[in-house]
């Protein structure tokens, strides 16, 4: 039957429970076994969708059009695990399917209590990830042992080995031992009381993945193990990993984690195949190139709010031996300065996504500068809105061509609003969201990068390109590459005479993996190169 693997952390926030439950999810899957991910978050909204990026880091959005945890970019990237709507749940979706059936009268009733009917609900969401097909379920808990909001889920994963059976099910806690640069020692007593919480509550781990700066040493491990009742071999050390998120993978199978788990878990023993993983790590310790890209953002500050988007750079710069450096200029203040005081010297510059006025214009005048410049270009979503902006004012002659999303009274809104959204009146999961089908134009860069003629990309926007100015657009050198193939909807614009600049629609950050490269990401990050060659080549 399948079994089931639970992920909690302790101590602090941010130790990295994402990364960790996809490094055991990669290295399973390396042993031949079929793994699903999933991700409990404790917060009452039904989902990141309405958050702010400042609190939450970006939404991660599925083909299904499901707004989803960022760490659900991380199973992805690391895994082949299919996600979907039944990968992450929120305690704001727990309380609302159990008050639906209330409504419903399922309950005939009884008095709705968190134990039984809310921790049901959150074992029917674990369950539903099961099958006869699939070997290990990876659920990972969002926050903190000790939050009281995430009580409910911790009594609900308490309760799965008494219904599965134990041998059925692994607990992995995640902890912190900090080192206290004053006494020069590494403290184990957090990670103690860490793990006395969870047993408090009923969870005895079976594995501690010990996060610490310094490597813990033969005495903190055995002194963790005998305080926590766990198995000497069962503490493994996580040691911080200064180059590279993709190190963590080879790290825990330095320490055996994954033989730990199919041992303890009587999973069939198989090697765990990682050659390209550590060819990819080789790359990355060892560049043959330097290249720098600008991303003009809104977020730069809070790097979790592109994260998808740094992840995607690195990715396209691994597949070109480059080590790409990013540069975060804030949007804002290329509202103010001078863009050549910003821009200068940079090999690319991409435009991301985001919301609200705030910034628009500096935005704006990227992608001119990148334009005017010759300098490649990338431009997602919002970036492709600007683009297009930009195009229209000063390559058309539209002095105040703008989105109705920034004024409402321009005379030539370029960017308007989708007709359908124009009645939805909620904010959560109602935008164009998901896998939408792109035909491409034939002979377009965008073309040649995918290889193919037709793909299907994520979306999440309410607005688009106008298509009442798609022929002045065309005629004045800005070609639409990319279109839905039902709506017409504008999904790709290409700069003519220009050695790179590809704006788009959608999000293709969230179909890129660190051993295979979105095909517009490699293709940007190599033009950024071919400048840069060409930068050098020139006699001063």
């Not at 503490?235 to 199978?253: H, M, N, Q, R």
């Not at 730069?300 to 450096?325: L, M, N, P, Q, T």
């Amino acid at each position: 039957m399948t079994k089931f693997i639970f992920v909690t952390g302790g101590v602090v926030s941010s130790l990295g429970k994402g990364l960790t439950s996809a490094s055991v999810g990669l290295l399973l899957e390396r042993r031949g076994l079929k793994v699903r991910m999933q991700k409990l978050d404790p917060y009452l909204n039904v989902d990141p969708g309405t958050m702010s990026p400042y609190q939450h880091g970006e939404v991660y959005v599925l083909d299904d059009g499901s707004e989803t945890d960022l760490d659900l970019g991380h199973y992805e990237r690391f895994t082949s695990s299919p996600l979907s709507r039944s990968s992450n749940y929120t305690t704001g979706q727990i309380y609302q399917a159990v008050l639906d059936k209330e409504r419903r009268g399922e309950y005939l009733g009884a008095t709705v209590q968190v134990i039984p009917h809310i921790t049901d609900e959150i074992k029917e969401a674990i369950f539903s990830q099961a099958g006869p097909d699939i070997d290990v379920v990876i659920t990972e808990l969002g926050g903190t042992v000790g939050d009281i909001e995430g009580l409910p889920f911790l009594e609900a994963i308490r309760q799965v080995p008494l219904e599965v059976g134990k041998e059925n099910c692994l607990f992995i806690h995640l902890t912190l031992v900090p080192y206290l640069k004053a006494a020069r020692e590494l403290k184990t007593k957090p990670t103690q009381h860490s793990v006395g919480q969870l047993r408090q509550i009923g969870i005895q781990p079976d594995v501690l993945v010990i996060r610490t700066e310094r490597p813990l040493g033969r005495d903190n491990a055995e002194k963790i193990a005998l305080f926590c009742n766990v198995e000497k071999n069962a503490v493994i050390e996580e040691v911080d990993k200064t180059l590279s998120i993709y190190e963590v993978p080879l790290g825990l199978a330095e320490n055996k984690i994954d033989r730990l788990i199919c041992d303890k878990l009587q999973l069939p023993p198989a090697s765990c195949q990682l050659d390209d993983w550590k060819e990819l790590m080789n790359n990355i310790r060892h560049p043959e190139h330097e290249v720098t890209i600008a991303v003009v953002g809104k977020y730069i500050e809070h790097r979790d709010a592109y994260k998808s988007i740094y992840e995607s750079i690195d990715h396209a710069g691994f597949s070109s031996k480059a080590r790409v450096i990013v540069k975060r200029v804030s949007a804002d203040e290329l509202e103010e300065e001078d863009p050549e005081l910003l821009l200068r010297g940079v090999d690319g510059i991409l435009v991301p996504g985001g919301f609200g006025m705030r910034g628009i214009e500096g935005k704006i005048r990227a992608a001119r500068y990148a334009r005017e410049r010759q300098i490649p270009y990338f431009g997602i979503c919002l970036g492709m809105q600007c683009a297009v902006i930009e195009f229209a004012r000063h390559a058309v002659g539209l002095d105040d061509a703008n989105s109705t999303e920034f004024n409402s009274e321009t005379n030539n809104p370029v960017i308007c609003l989708l007709e359908e959204q124009k009645k939805i009146v909620y904010k959560g999961g109602t935008m164009r969201l998901g896998a939408q089908p792109c035909t491409l134009m034939e002979g377009s860069l965008s073309a040649q990068h995918y290889g193919q003629a037709e793909v299907s990309e994520r979306h999440r926007h309410r607005y688009e390109f106008n298509p009442e100015y798609r022929e002045a657009i065309e005629q004045a050198g800005m070609r639409i590459a990319g279109a839905n193939p039902d709506s017409g909807l504008v999904e790709i614009v290409e700069v003519e005479n220009h050695p790179w600049f590809v704006a788009v629609q959608f999000h293709p950050e969230f179909h890129s993996k660190p051993l295979a490269p979105h095909p517009l990401f490699q293709g940007f990050i190599k033009a950024a190169l071919d400048r840069r060659q060409d930068q050098v080549a020139v006699p001063v």
